[in-house]
């Protein structure tokens, strides 16, 4: 048996107005929800169980994911009344953890897509017997994260806060295997990180924490930008097949289109975008690098670009989104040509209780040039 544990109790706030609705693992990449895509490549690698740390909004992962039977696993949900954080919910999540004191549990945070080799990481675990084993990737430019030095032998030294001058490249991936035994230590029912608290206690005790140095595929897809990127990669074939759940025969082109989407025979899709079950675009529109959840309505003569259309959201006739994020229902009037990077949303509460559009559609008042 090999277990796993995957983080998706966050707010994803960076990802708003999209995960006032939906949990952001569970927002659609390539038309299935993100979390199936972990879930394929957990499933690839042998392991057989999942632990979903749940927090906010955990009945849609249910909703979906079921038992898991569907996907080849089972899955296991424990939830966080109150959110603990990641290395808080890594603890509460042992509770559903039927492994012994030594076994490997892999632990993955909800949000990351990666082609790195899995079951390589649990092997090295395995033969050095060290406490966690983290996957490290290498980036162009470190200074956005915390880097993680290394020594000759592979064994972490350091988690160093971001910093503007970075001693390396290399990053934490947010895939880790843990020793059982070293879950079960972390203080329980206490608001703690895994990366501010938990790995630095790690070293100052000496524990061994070792990295799997892999530059694979690898994006978070914590902001709008990575979000549609992530979705186009998926699409057209970027993403390798360990990390993704294919496009398969929904893929057209440079496009995916689910079923029962209306589109006019002379819209342009290209850049790996998707069109939702049940989604129209009408004619003469470009559809470039984005996401149209499903329900959408694309009107005519309209550009899109790098952009993600919440489900029902419609957009009229003549109007131009680049890089606009648009929630689920928001109208956007004919001849609308939204600022770049514009985030639109509908008057939500947080709670779930209510999630009603403003009297006025939200954002009538912005239509300015166009047609
Ligand atoms: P932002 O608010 O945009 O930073 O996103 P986030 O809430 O997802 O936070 P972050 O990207 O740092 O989280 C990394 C992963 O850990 C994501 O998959 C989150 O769902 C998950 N996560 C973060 N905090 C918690 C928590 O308190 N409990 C649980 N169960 N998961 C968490």
């Given at each position: 048996?090999?277990?796993?544990?995957?983080?998706?109790?966050?707010?994803?706030?960076?990802?708003?107005?999209?995960?006032?609705?939906?949990?952001?693992?569970?927002?659609?990449?390539?038309?299935?929800?993100?979390?199936?895509?972990?879930?394929?490549?957990?499933?690839?690698?042998?392991?057989?169980?999942?632990?979903?740390?749940?927090?906010?909004?955990?009945?849609?992962?249910?909703?979906?994911?079921?038992?898991?039977?569907?996907?080849?696993?089972?899955?296991?949900?424990?939830?966080?009344?109150?959110?603990?954080?990641?290395?808080?919910?890594?603890?509460?999540?042992?509770?559903?953890?039927?492994?012994?004191?030594?076994?490997?549990?892999?632990?993955?945070?909800?949000?990351?897509?990666?082609?790195?080799?899995?079951?390589?990481?649990?092997?090295?675990?395995?033969?050095?017997?060290?406490?966690?084993?983290?996957?490290?990737?290498?980036?162009?430019?470190?200074?956005?994260?915390?880097?993680?030095?290394?020594?000759?032998?592979?064994?972490?030294?350091a988690?160093?806060?971001?910093?503007?001058?970075?001693?390396?490249?290399?990053?934490?991936?947010?895939?880790?295997?843990?020793?059982?035994?070293?879950?079960?230590?972390?203080?329980?029912?206490?608001?703690?990180?895994?990366?501010?608290d938990?790995f630095p206690n790690l070293l100052l005790a000496a524990s061994?924490?070792?990295?799997?140095?892999?530059?694979?595929?690898?994006?978070?897809?914590?902001?709008?930008?990575?979000?549609?990127?992530?979705?186009?990669?998926?699409?057209?074939?970027?993403?390798?097949?360990?990390?993704?759940?294919?496009?398969?025969?929904?893929?057209?082109?440079?496009?995916?289109?689910?079923?029962?989407?209306?589109?006019?025979?002379?819209?342009?899709?290209?850049?790996?975008?998707?069109?939702?079950?049940?989604?129209?675009?009408?004619?003469?529109?470009?559809?470039?690098?984005?996401?149209?959840?499903?329900?959408?309505?694309?009107?005519?003569?309209?550009?899109?670009?790098?952009?993600?259309?919440?489900?029902?959201?419609?957009?009229?006739?003549?109007?131009?989104?680049?890089?606009?994020?648009?929630?689920?229902?928001?109208?956007?009037?004919?001849?609308?040509?939204?600022?770049?990077?514009?985030?639109?949303?509908?008057?939500?509460?947080?709670?779930?209780?209510?999630?009603?559009?403003?009297?006025?559609?939200?954002?009538?008042?912005?239509?300015?040039?166009?047609?």
């Open positions: 048996m090999q277990e796993a544990v995957v983080l998706v109790g966050g707010l994803g706030t960076r990802l708003r107005p999209l995960t006032l609705t939906t949990p952001k693992p569970m927002l659609p990449v390539a038309g299935v929800p993100f979390i199936a895509h972990q879930c394929a490549k957990l499933q690839a690698a042998g392991v057989d169980h999942v632990v979903l740390a749940t927090s906010y909004r955990p009945e849609i992962f249910a909703d979906y994911l079921g038992d898991g039977a569907s996907l080849g696993i089972r899955i296991t949900y424990v939830h966080e009344r109150e959110a603990l954080g990641t290395g808080g919910a890594i603890r509460n999540a042992s509770a559903a953890l039927e492994s012994g004191a030594n076994d490997p549990v892999v632990i993955l945070n909800g949000d990351v897509l990666s082609g790195h080799d899995l079951r390589g990481q649990v092997e090295l675990h395995r033969k050095t017997e060290a406490a966690v084993t983290l996957h490290l990737v290498e980036v162009a430019d470190a200074r956005a994260y915390g880097c993680v030095p290394t020594d000759a032998d592979g064994r972490v030294t988690f160093l806060e971001k910093m503007p001058d970075p001693v390396t490249n290399w990053i934490n991936a947010g895939a880790y295997v843990f020793r059982r035994s070293v879950i079960d230590a972390i203080p329980a029912g206490q608001v703690i990180s895994v990366e501010r938990t061994d924490i070792r990295a799997w140095q892999e530059s694979a595929y690898w994006i978070d897809v914590g902001t709008p930008e990575a979000f549609v990127r992530c979705s186009a990669d998926v699409v057209l074939g970027v993403a390798p097949s360990n990390a993704a759940s294919p496009a398969g025969s929904a893929r057209i082109g440079d496009a995916m289109v689910l079923l029962g989407a209306e589109m006019a025979n002379d819209v342009r899709l290209s850049g790996g975008t998707t069109i939702g079950a049940g989604a129209r675009v009408g004619t003469g529109t470009d559809v470039d690098e984005s996401v149209v959840m499903d329900a959408a309505v694309v009107g005519s003569s309209t550009r899109v670009r790098r952009s993600v259309i919440g489900k029902g959201a419609v957009i009229g006739d003549g109007c131009v989104l680049d890089g606009c994020v648009l929630a689920d229902g928001v109208v956007v009037a004919d001849g609308t040509e939204l600022p770049p990077g514009t985030r639109v949303e509908l008057d939500v509460d947080i709670a779930g209780t209510s999630n009603k559009p403003l009297s006025d559609p939200a954002v009538t008042d912005t239509a300015a040039s166009g047609t």
